[in-house]
């Protein structure tokens, strides 16, 4: 009976296991929002029937959860980044990495940039965020730095 007893108590830890989230990388944002993690996301993002390799980006002072989920085309990776507030899009491309909006494909499954909490002058000094191809991990860490800085004081913030 003991060993029924352990052997389920080892089945729960483990599937309890599989589904915890695991923690990509840390960093700071140097922005109110503090020092953020990346871990990988409990659901991918499905567009156009494909499931997208997906992260979820908190942070320490902020309710604030973005979801980037990565979509690599032939020309470019897109890192397509989200919360309830704002949606972009940060490329990489041979030549560089930045922000740009919400392409067309994304816009179709309900991903809009809304104006009002966009920061245009941050979103204008991260079109270029650094030369060529990079890393994931290093476009997630920018990503990570970067993000919040677009986001308006005020503006809607998920929980």
């Not at 032939?74 to 041979?94: A, E, N």
């Not at 191809?133 to 308006?152: H, R, V």
Request: proline share 3%; charged share 25%; net charge positive.
């Amino acid at each position: 009976m003991k060993r029924i007893i352990s052997l389920f108590l080892l089945l729960i830890g483990f599937t309890t296991g599989l589904s915890a989230q695991k923690l990509i990388a840390e960093g700071k944002s140097f922005t109110k929002h503090g020092a953020f993690k990346i871990e990988t996301a409990d659901k991918p993002v499905v567009i156009d029937g494909t499931a997208l390799e997906t992260y979820r980006i908190t942070y320490e002072n902020s309710e604030t959860q973005v979801i980037v989920a990565i979509d690599l085309t032939k020309k470019c990776r897109r890192y397509i980044t989200y919360t309830d507030g704002l949606s972009v899009q940060y490329v990489c491309y041979p030549t560089h990495f930045g922000v740009e909006r919400v392409s067309r494909r994304y816009r179709s499954s309900g991903l809009q940039t809304k104006d009002e909490n966009l920061v245009r002058a941050s979103y204008f000094h991260q079109k270029v965020l650094g030369s060529g191809e990079k890393d994931p991990m290093a476009c997630l860490l920018l990503i990570g730095a970067y993000f919040p800085e677009l986001l308006k004081e005020g503006s809607k913030e998920p929980v």
